[in-house]
């Protein structure tokens, strides 16, 4: 190839690769950045899980999180859906981890707990991780309804970071009493289909033995929990606010729950999958 020849397709491969960034800096094909995940899809086991971390020192384990731990479990066959601090709990922080099966669940946990990277990182994260053990083991609800998995945070176009607000609404169901409330939550949650809201799942115990008994599950279920992720807080306080106080209320009195509602208002780390990206259709319907 001649020397204009090289420096006229340089130009050309340049103007392509500008096309393709938006004036921020980010990605304009939504779809594209979608595809790039299609092969991380169908996760039907899912951890809930919310940890304690000593007084002052959560930040520190968000970074230590963050640094090390997600793509391990993806290179296990696992997936890190989302990690996030629970605002108004100052020592929570909060992540959602899924296996394609319950027959994976021990396999990919006692690979990694017995693996390198635990083993050189263990020490100074549970020093700092006084209670793990708040864990809901759950299943989509329907198997389209799984945790949305998105491409995971660009460290080019997303310089700041994960954006947006993560919410989940925690129903604890009267035993016996499971498919009438789903069915009854379902069409509660067909009012969060707004602008600036994007569901991202909706999941229900899953009532098996616990197959890794090295980490604890809770055992007090049925459980139900509906995910979506907000664009920022002018949508979540002026919009979605009143509809999850109005939907929380109505299935409150349909007497099929042990307990009143629970939500949780949480912000993705840095480096959450899980996060507010407009262009992010895949996923689950509410």
Do not use: C
């Amino acid at each position: 190839m001649k020397p204009f020849e090289r420096l006229l397709r340089g130009v050309v491969l340049l103007g392509a690769f500008g096309a393709a960034i938006s004036a921020h800096g980010k990605p304009t094909n939504g779809t594209t950045t979608m595809e790039s995940v299609q092969h991380l899809q169908d996760y039907q086991v899912i951890e809930f899980r919310r940890y304690v971390t000593k007084d002052g020192e959560r930040a520190h384990f968000v970074k230590y999180f963050d640094t090390y731990f997600p793509e391990t479990f993806e290179q296990l066959g696992a997936m890190v859906f989302g990690q996030f601090t629970e605002r108004g709990h100052p020592d929570s922080f909060t992540w959602l981890r899924g296996f394609h099966d319950i027959s994976a669940r021990p396999v990919v946990n006692a690979a990694f707990y017995y693996g390198p990277v635990w083993k050189e990182h263990r020490v100074k994260v549970n020093a700092i991780l006084p209670d793990s053990d708040n864990v809901m083991l759950l299943r989509p609800l329907r198997a389209e309804q799984g945790v949305m998995v998105l491409p995971a945070v660009d460290p080019v176009t997303e310089e700041h970071g994960a954006q947006g607000i993560v919410v989940a609404q925690i129903f604890a169901v009267k035993k016996g009493s499971e498919d009438a409330f789903a069915r009854r939550a379902e069409a509660t949650f067909s009012a969060y289909r707004i602008e600036g809201v994007h569901p991202a799942g909706v999941l229900v115990t899953l009532d098996v033995p616990n197959n890794f008994p090295q980490l604890p599950i809770r055992t007090d279920g049925p459980f139900l929990v509906w995910l979506g992720v907000v664009r920022d807080n002018a949508t979540l306080d002026g919009r979605l606010a009143p509809l999850l106080t109005s939907a929380e209320k109505s299935l409150a009195d349909s007497g099929l729950l042990r307990g009143a509602p629970e939500r949780l208002v949480m912000d993705p780390t840095r480096r959450s999958r899980l996060r507010w990206l407009p262009d992010a259709t895949a996923g689950a319907s509410p």
